[in-house]
């Protein structure tokens, strides 16, 4: 049945405009020991103002599905039935713009190295993520930038983290103030980091995109059709709720 412009403009006024793309924020919780080393090469990652947080160029609401299975014959001249039977939780992927110290990509990888219990480093110093110098190989002391050093994969309890995907909107008080709905991934983990581009020709932002792997995401909704009514700052309230909700305390 066809509408009127007035009558579409009217209902999408009282469900508070239409939805842009461009708002979206996300917050990670990691635990300790990991913290301080993400901290070494993006500190404060989890500020507002810092580039982990401000400089996310694309991000996803993650999907669902069901896996199903076949049912047939259950009535005569019925043929196959799908039948639900568990949830699929796919990956995701973040795209984050980067500065020129490229500090989202060596944060990555430093999650990712972390995993992985490898060592790197910068001028001046060394980055260790476990604290050896040397390692044994064979019975051999080996140094730890050596091409025979072990890989010792940590615990999962040790870089598992949670991620807060929250759908923003213009409102009075910033222009991601309201937010309608939130994705909280659990265990999650960078699984692996996209290769970065670099060429010749018109000069372009370099971007680096991290896939993430994660156990489940729980999906919280938020009224926001009375905004007007309940008043400023209703990003910043939602967002408190869910890191109480989720354990999202600094560890």
């Not at 080996?142 to 615990?155: C, H």
Request: glycine share 8%.
């Amino acid at each position: 049945m066809a509408k009127s412009i007035s009558s579409f403009i009217n209902t999408m006024s009282k469900h508070g405009g239409m939805s842009l793309t461009t708002g979206y924020n996300i917050s990670w919780q990691v635990p300790a020991t990991l913290k301080g080393e993400l901290e070494k090469v993006a500190p404060g990652f989890d500020a507002p103002e810092s580039p982990i947080s401000l400089m996310v160029e694309e991000a996803q609401l993650p999907n669902v599905q069901a896996a199903t299975g076949q049912l047939q014959g259950r009535y005569l001249g019925e043929n196959q039935v799908q039948y639900p039977y568990a949830k699929f939780y796919s990956d995701v992927s973040f795209t984050w713009m980067c500065d020129a110290n490229l500090t989202p990509l060596k944060f990555f990888h430093t999650w990712h190295n972390f995993i992985f219990d490898g060592a790197g480093k910068e001028m001046g110093k060394e980055l260790k993520t476990q604290g050896f110098g040397k390692v044994k190989s064979e019975g051999q002391s080996v140094k730890a930038e050596d091409i025979r050093r072990p890989v010792r994969l940590k615990y999962p309890a040790e870089y598992f983290g949670k991620c807060i995907v929250i759908k923003t909107e213009p409102g009075h008080a910033s222009p991601d103030d309201r937010a309608a709905i939130a994705f909280v991934l659990e265990d999650i983990y960078p699984y692996s980091i996209d290769t970065v581009p670099l060429s010749y020709g018109s000069s372009q932002i370099t971007k680096v995109t991290a896939n993430f792997h994660y156990a489940k995401h729980t999906v919280i909704t938020n009224d926001i059709k009375d905004y007007g009514a309940i008043g400023g700052d209703s990003y910043k309230k939602f967002l408190d709720s869910l890191k109480k909700t989720f354990g999202f305390q600094n560890p």
